[in-house]
């Protein structure tokens, strides 16, 4: 009786303690992640130097993209980066691109974009062809009790031809924003106007024009005040990977091939960084 009491008796004392062994194991992991995003997104901009600040740093692959990070100089933000490269000419790319009225099908969290005072294309000093013009763009982000923001910007778009007048090869967005001295643009209903900080969207023929390589780098203060600094850089993480998935998405089903052309392009991305 004294054994089959102690056997009970153990088996009693065994199962709070396994339960309390599983919540600190879980528990650690937990603070592990807290930390390691901690670090990732706040704790190096204290020591930010030039040298970081122009540097790219890698920080995961995930659906054929690369995303990488570096600091904003002057701020505790991050400028976000995502690149890829998709089984599709940049013709095609820069019609779905272009199609303003249907950007907000890719662009994540756009709701409403307009341009103004938009420029006919001319040559610059380096017979590159540019065209300019003022965009605003309002955004309603996934956060509990955010307001809508808005963003007022110039876009400067610049456009490469081959030497041999085979077409395009590359195509860059630059946009900033800027201060509206005149108040000719007022701030939408509602809406509180985020800093673009200046932000590039890169799109470039490679291997003979069958493919492009397309890359975003994100610099960007939202103003989400109610939010510390290292949540804001969790959240905007994000955004160029997902917005760049969902025009690769897009491009893939308006030219009929299956999104797992996705594994083929970061393939031919990893040679193309070689």
Same mark, same amino acid.
């Given at each position: 009786?004294?054994?089959?009491h ?6 009693? $004392?065994?199962?709070? $303690? ?17 930390? /390691? ?9 204290e ?29 505790? $933000?991050?400028?976000?980066?995502a ?24 662009i ?43 963003? $007022? ?45 200046? !932000? /590039? ?26 939010? !510390? ?31 797992d ?6 393939? /031919? ?6």
């Amino acid at each position: 009786m004294t054994d089959k009491h102690h056997i009970v008796h153990d088996k009693a $004392l065994a199962k709070p $303690l396994l339960t309390s062994f599983l919540i600190l194991i879980v528990s650690g992991l937990a603070i592990n992640q807290l930390t /390691t995003l901690f670090v990732e997104h706040h704790l190096p901009l204290e020591h930010a130097t030039e040298e970081s600040a122009s540097s790219w740093k890698h920080l995961e692959w995930k659906d054929g993209i690369e995303t990488l990070r570096r600091p904003i100089p002057g701020t505790q $933000l991050y400028a976000h980066r995502a690149v890829t490269t998709v089984d599709v000419p940049l013709s095609v790319v820069m019609k779905t691109v272009r199609d303003t009225p249907h950007q907000s099908s890719w662009i994540k969290d756009l709701q409403e974009q307009e341009e103004f005072h938009k420029s006919a294309h001319h040559q610059d000093e380096n017979e590159h062809y540019v065209e300019t013009a003022i965009v605003r763009q309002k955004y309603q982000f996934a956060i509990p009790g955010a307001k809508p923001r808005e963003f $007022l910007m110039k876009r400067t778009m610049t456009t490469t031809e081959a030497m041999d007048g085979s077409g395009r090869t590359s195509v860059e967005a630059t946009f900033i924003s800027f201060a509206d001295e005149k108040q000719e643009y007022p701030v939408c209903d509602g809406c509180v106007r985020g800093h673009n900080l200046g !932000s /590039t969207w890169t799109f470039a023929t490679v291997q003979g024009g069958k493919k492009t390589k397309i890359s975003a780098d994100v610099a960007v203060d939202p103003h989400l005040t109610n939010l !510390s600094q290292f949540f804001v850089n969790v959240f905007q993480k994000r955004w160029p990977h997902d917005t760049i998935h969902r025009l690769v998405v897009k491009l893939m089903a308006d030219s009929g091939k299956h999104e797992d052309a996705l594994h083929q392009a970061a393939h /031919t991305f990893h040679h193309l960084k070689d």
